[in-house]
């Protein structure tokens, strides 16, 4: 659940309704709370889970997805005192990371939809979806489908 929570907390601060929405339902699913999830969906910043190591983690991926430049030893230290070992730590920053990518994908494609149900959620990741990429070539190459399953 620690990993998709800091999902959830980069796609917030993001404004990323699409992802947002798909890992509120995750979570909900994992057994998180709706009011702290609605929580951190309002204001990932300030929200306080009451978990000491849930909440270092919370802080981590604020300051990653907000201001990564500023990401220090000592907080990388602070995660270590909460617990996280060196591959935790890895996991969380190539997380937060990913989210950071996939958010810009989302948005810079105008992806502003919800994800409403989870029935949805599993429909939109089916494993037999088809992926559409184009060449380097340009326009005029043809294009390669290939099953994503």
Request: proline content about 3%; hydrophobic content about 40%.
């Amino acid at each position: 659940m620690e990993r998709q929570m800091a999902a959830l907390v980069t796609s917030v601060l993001n404004a990323t309704p699409h992802c947002s929405s798909g890992l509120l339902l995750k979570l909900e699913s994992l057994g998180a709370d709706r009011r702290f999830l609605d929580h951190v969906a309002t204001d990932p910043r300030t929200t306080r889970s009451g978990d000491p190591r849930l909440d270092a983690i919370i802080e981590y991926a604020v300051k990653l997805t907000l201001t990564p430049g500023e990401v220090s030893q000592e907080d990388i230290d602070a995660l270590r005192t909460h617990g996280l070992e060196d591959l935790d730590i890895l996991d969380l920053n190539n997380m937060v990371a990913y989210y950071c990518y996939t958010n810009r994908v989302a948005n810079g494609l105008g992806l502003k939809t919800t994800i409403d149900s989870a029935r949805e959620r599993l429909s939109l990741c089916r494993s037999d979806a088809i992926v559409v990429t184009r060449g380097f070539e340009g326009p005029s190459a043809a294009s390669d489908v290939r099953s994503a399953g």
